[in-house]
């Protein structure tokens, strides 16, 4: 099985603008989460999705968004970036289930200048 | 807010020493998982430990887990240069949203 594709790898914004991000995650997997990890704040959990539906959210502006389509892949669109928004953005893909065991993607590298 | 504390934040060994790392959280939890993270690269799941396991193996991986302590270990014995990565635990109780600890950073000379 292909493992978790996230695109872009790279990306460079700045101030202001708006940026999405795509995950695709392993077929089968049905949960899809996402992470913020800087090395000042470590790994920082963003939102979950499960079959399209947002079943946990972190500590995040709502500028934070995303969304689950119907195949499983998912977006996270941040709105008016910030300086602090450059951070390694993770993605992962599960079953869904109790327990599960997540998958990362090689993660998307945001840097707003 | 991270729920799990890792301990030491950085270890410095020799290939062939074993290297041992703490976690503490905070919440009750379902189970624990250890991954690790290569230079900048995404996490690979390393070990899981269901809250009513108190120790489990795989291959040179050694995880213990104390509920009432609310704490875990992660040892990895006879080090190797390619070990050398962050090691975070994570904790989740039923669907909850999993959280990640600070890290412990290996770094194993050979």
């Known amino acids: 099985k292909a493992g978790v594709t996230q695109t872009p790898r790279y990306l460079i914004k700045t101030r202001g603008q708006q940026v999405t991000l795509s995950c695709s995650p392993i077929s089968g997997h049905r949960s899809v989460s996402w992470y913020q990890q800087t090395p000042g704040q470590g790994l920082q959990f963003l939102f979950e999705?499960?079959?399209?539906?947002?079943?946990n959210k972190g500590n995040f502006p709502g500028r934070f968004s995303g969304r689950q389509f119907s195949n499983s892949r998912s977006e996270m669109n941040v709105s008016t970036l910030e300086l602090g928004d450059s951070a390694l953005y993770l993605c992962a893909s599960s079953l869904g289930g109790v327990p599960d065991t997540q998958y990362f993607g090689p993660g998307t590298r945001l840097t707003v200048l | 807010s991270q729920q799990g504390e890792e301990d030491p934040q950085a270890l410095s060994i020799q290939e062939g020493e074993n290297a041992t790392m703490n976690c503490s959280y905070k919440?009750?939890?379902?189970?624990l998982q250890w991954y690790r993270q290569n230079s900048g690269r995404g996490l690979v799941h390393l070990i899981l430990?269901?809250?009513?396991?108190r120790e489990k193996h795989s291959g040179r991986l050694r995880v213990t887990l104390d509920t009432s302590k609310k704490s875990s270990s992660l040892l990895i014995t006879a080090s190797r240069a390619a070990d050398t990565a962050s090691y975070f635990c994570a904790s989740r109780f039923n669907t909850d949203k999993l959280i990640f600890g600070t890290g412990t950073r290996l770094q194993v000379f050979p």
């Open positions: 999705y499960f079959s399209e539906t947002q079943r």
């Open positions: 919440t009750s939890i379902n189970n």
């Open positions: 430990i269901r809250s009513n396991e």
